[in-house]
């Protein structure tokens, strides 16, 4: 005799919304902001230590470096 267990994600209960889940959300967040941060400061960083000549060969000028991260057009 075989037995079917249902594992599909309707079959779930929702999803509570303990202390734990409302307090744990935010700090997630907060951590991956910070993990995401860090990237965008390591990028920046190793674009500003390319020389003009190799901005210019993959389409940036120097100005453009910051403006990519916050969506700004302040080089251009």
């Keep these: 005799m ?3 267990i ?3 994600s309707a079959a779930r ?3 509570s919304t303990s ?5 744990g959300s935010p700090v997630i967040r907060a951590g991956r902001w910070l993990r995401d941060s860090s990237r ?3 990028v ?3 674009l500003d230590r390319l020389s003009d000549r190799e901005l ?6 120097r100005g453009d470096i910051r403006s990519i ?4 057009n302040a080089g251009r």
């Excluded at 210019?56 to 000028?61: F, Q, V, Y």
């Design 2 to 4: 075989q037995a079917f």
């Design 6 to 8: 249902n594992t599909s």
């Design 13 to 15: 209960a929702p999803r």
């Design 19 to 23: 202390l734990l889940h409302r307090v």
């Design 40 to 42: 965008r400061h390591s």
């Design 44 to 46: 920046i960083n190793e």
């Design 56 to 61: 210019a060969d993959i389409g940036l000028a």
């Design 69 to 72: 991260f916050t969506g700004t």
